[in-house]
């Protein structure tokens, strides 16, 4: 079942089965919004906090989800799998890229 996932701020939604996480819903949609890493759990760039709706989760890095996150819904949409619609916020590490001398 596909549900509508929504990022507080911007226009319109897009749609994430239940066996993606957020963040490959959002991938798999061609989607913006969401920075990502390593995919894995462990860097902490696609934290997000959901608002509002259900969802599971799988194994996240404790260093970047601590249990006042976990109680504060603030997780990584790398591990989080919808069972509602969701609407959330970003709250991520931005990613600084090098950029090389012209």
């Avoid at 404790?62 to 609407?87: F, M, W």
């Avoid at 970003?90 to 990613?95: D, S």
Wanted: net charge positive.
């Amino acid at each position: 079942m596909k549900h509508a996932i929504r990022i507080a701020g911007q226009e319109g939604v897009f749609w994430c089965d239940e066996n993606d996480s957020i963040l490959s819903g959002l991938m798999k949609s061609n989607s913006r919004g969401i920075q990502f890493g390593c995919r894995g759990g462990g860097c902490g760039v696609c934290k997000v906090q959901i608002l509002s709706g259900s969802f599971e989760t799988r194994c996240m890095s404790g260093s970047q989800v601590t249990a006042v996150d976990r109680q504060e819904n603030k997780l990584l949409a790398c591990r989080v799998y919808p069972r509602s619609n969701i609407e959330l916020i970003v709250i991520g590490k931005v990613i600084k890229r090098c950029q090389s001398a012209a």
